[in-house]
């Protein structure tokens, strides 16, 4: 199965939005990747809801929302509101995950739980079978074109196990520093979907580098 691929937004040209829209609307791309951050739960503040109203309008693909805020629990309707087709909030910013994934699968979207590069994948296990992706950041959260941590390869491989043994339907999302390199060990490890933000922007063939990613065999 080829991976799916989830070009970030964030690394896009805020000043021609549309143009970047357009080009992953034609791309072999599956999903956008839409990254929200408020300056409190991450050093960086990116976009918030007019930004994501422009996507809306214009992207013809699901929006897979990354928050990386405190009391994602606050915006759940807001953000169905804005569009967001899968919603992914952070293992490290949730008091009561099971609530939260619940309250957003009862508003309609997939729910997403991400987990920092120092969080382990064991504590997914009393809740993987209600969770629809689970989002590994292969980089500290915050900011687009870091170096992806090599640590990943161990956490994709213990969570298809912990899914496997859980009978679970989860699919596995990367996130953070994903390149032309990376792409084909991560899909062996278990990868299902990979979020690209600089690898796909900075490169010469936006287009062309979207189909690598995605079938890099
Ligand atoms: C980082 C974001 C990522 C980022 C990925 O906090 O969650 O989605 O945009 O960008 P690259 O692919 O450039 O590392
Ligand atoms: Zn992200």
């Known amino acids: 199965m080829p ?7 964030l690394s896009a040209d805020f000043s021609n939005l549309k143009a970047d829209i357009d080009m992953i609307n034609k791309s072999e791309a599956d ?22 109203k422009a996507l809306k309008e ?4 699901l929006l897979d929302v990354h928050l990386m805020i405190v009391n994602p629990d606050h915006y759940i309707e807001e953000f169905k509101k804005a569009g967001a087709g899968v919603l992914t909030v952070h293992y490290e910013a949730c008091t009561h995950l099971h609530r939260t994934v619940h309250a957003i ?10 987990i920092n590069p120092h969080t ?22 915050g900011f687009g074109g870091q170096k992806f ?4 390869f161990d956490k994709v491989l213990k969570l298809k196990q912990l ?3 859980n009978s679970a339907k989860t699919k596995i999302e990367v996130d953070g520093g994903a390149d032309l390199d990376n792409a084909l060990p991560l899909m ?18 936006r287009l062309e580098c979207i189909k690598f990613l995605k079938d890099p065999l």
């Open 3 to 9: 991976l799916m691929i989830a070009p970030s937004i």
């Open 31 to 52: 999903w956008f990747h839409v990254d929200v951050m408020d300056g409190t739960f991450v050093p960086n503040i990116s976009f918030g809801f007019p930004v994501m």
């Open 58 to 61: 214009h992207a013809k693909k």
């Open 105 to 114: 699968k009862h508003h309609g979207m997939k729910a997403g739980v991400a």
């Open 120 to 141: 382990p994948v064991h504590l997914l296990s009393d809740i993987i079978r209600d969770i629809d992706v689970v989002l590994v950041m292969s980089v500290n959260p």
């Open 149 to 152: 941590i090599q640590h990943t």
């Open 163 to 165: 899914i496997i043994e």
């Open 188 to 205: 062996r490890a278990g990868a299902d979907i990979l979020v690209a933000g600089n690898t796909i922007f900075s490169s010469p063939n």
